[in-house]
């Protein structure tokens, strides 16, 4: 049975996943990594092989095209990915205000060079990835704190929407992965500590 560290180091690698997807298009090479992805009959096993088997149907070019018509486009299609749209129908409203302190508290400043607010999935995602990983160091619950106030409440419904966008085929998967994995985090985090 995998101990804590492993089971740790997994979920930091599918946040981690999960925020460069949601952050830029795939290039050939994280394609062709995605390619190469196992599956197995778990939930999350069963969202790698869809991944798999849409990276392999995709090329770099068709998947920078998706990635802007669901995320920069203006179009009837495109989602918001952000936790103050999902929560308040607004960008920049109360759910990114109260983000920014609990991000602070965590002494984290989001790069300079970064043009989306934190509210964005995959700053949220990049953050798990790090509380995960133990990179970021919080008192113990903290962790679980973070996910319970800040993406439990609308990112399944983001991954949802996603999943289902028309625009989406590549994306799609990435949907599925990100709802699958955001229902056994959770869970996970629904049980006594």
Do not use: K
């Not at 088997?53 to 486009?73: I, K, P, T």
């Not at 508290?105 to 964005?120: N, V, W």
């Not at 990049?126 to 319970?148: D, K, Y």
């Amino acid at each position: 049975m995998p101990n804590v560290e492993e089971i740790d180091g997994a979920r930091a690698q599918e946040y981690a996943l999960l925020a460069t997807l949601l952050s830029r298009s795939p290039d050939s090479v994280l394609l062709s990594c995605l390619a190469d992805l196992r599956d197995d009959a778990s939930p999350i096993g069963v969202a790698h092989g869809a991944v798999r088997e849409a990276a392999v149907r995709v090329n770099e070019e068709r998947a920078a095209q998706e990635y802007f018509a669901l995320f920069a486009g203006l179009g009837e299609g495109s989602l918001l990915p952000y936790s103050s749209h999902y929560l308040a129908g607004t960008l920049y409203g109360c759910p990114l205000a109260r983000l920014r302190e609990a991000l602070q508290g965590f002494g984290i400043e989001i790069a300079p060079e970064r043009s989306e607010p934190e509210d964005h999935a995959a700053i949220l995602c990049e953050v798990m990835a790090g509380l995960a990983a133990g990179s970021i160091s919080v008192p113990a619950g903290a962790e679980r704190e973070f996910f319970q106030e800040h993406l439990s409440s609308w990112i399944r419904r983001f991954f949802f929407d996603l999943e289902h966008a028309e625009a989406a085929d590549f994306y799609s998967a990435v949907g599925l992965l990100g709802r699958t994995f955001v229902d056994v985090e959770a869970e996970a985090f629904s049980r006594p500590a």
